[in-house]
T-cell receptor, first 114, second 110 residues
């Protein structure tokens, strides 16, 4: 089954403790991205990747890192989480960022930083 | 960069009525306009999209219209049903840059 898988689904952590949210897709998509969803603000792009070893900042990259060492995986790293990073996070992938193709979303990760 | 505004933020209709959600965008280079539906606790899923060379697209009870000159596009849902209740997001994409609207919470009352 074609899908985007995120882990974990829920995470509660403390300020400053490094964490990684994994994202994997099995559709051989070139383009992957991370969004955070906050009430009243919609989906805001954090980082995106056009292909392996190619990443770029989105609208709200501060406090986040990403890597794209393999085509299928695009982990989101919070080196030192802070309470303002409490949010619902979605990973998405699409065939190509340069073409107008559908974005497939993962099931979401609800992160709480205390 | 692109800026997408979506209205209204909440919309309540009676079952069987129509619902219209409107979005405007700022970047004239945007050429792809998808609409996503997000049910409570679930991921956003594409329900319909339109490309800049098309003015209107319809899929059963759902239709999208695009006015490139005015830089706005709309989602129309006819004969609404309770299962249409969800948050709907519009988006505008130009190459790598896809921006979403803030979302519209649609409630369909039985």
């Amino acid at each position: 089954e074609a899908q985007v898988t995120q882990n974990p689904r829920y995470l509660i952590t403390v300020t400053g403790k490094k964490l990684t949210v994994t994202c994997s897709q099995n559709m051989n998509h070139e383009y992957m991205s991370w969004y955070r969803q906050d009430p009243g603000l919609g989906l805001r792009q954090i980082y995106y990747s056009m292909n392996v070893e190619v990443t770029d900042k989105g609208d709200v990259p501060e406090g986040y890192k990403v890597s794209r060492k393999e085509k299928r995986n695009f982990p989101l790293i919070l080196e030192s989480p802070s309470p303002n990073q409490t949010s619902l996070y979605f990973c998405a992938s699409s065939l190509s960022g340069g073409r107008n193709t559908e974005a497939f979303f993962g099931q979401g990760t609800r992160l709480t930083v205390v | 960069g692109e800026n997408v505004e979506q209205h209204p933020s909440t919309l309540s209709v009676q079952e069987g009525d129509s619902a219209v959600i409107k979005c405007t965008y700022s970047d004239s280079a945007s050429n792809y306009f998808p609409w996503y539906k997000q049910e409570l606790g679930k991921r956003p899923q594409l329900i319909i999209d339109i490309r800049s060379n098309v003015g209107e697209k319809k899929d059963q009870r759902i239709a999208v219209t695009l006015n490139k000159t005015a830089k706005h596009f709309s989602l129309h849902i006819t004969e609404t049903q309770p299962e249409d209740s969800a948050v709907y997001f519009c988006a505008a994409r130009e190459d790598n840059d896809m921006r979403f609207g803030a979302g519209t919470r649609l409630t369909v009352k039985p």
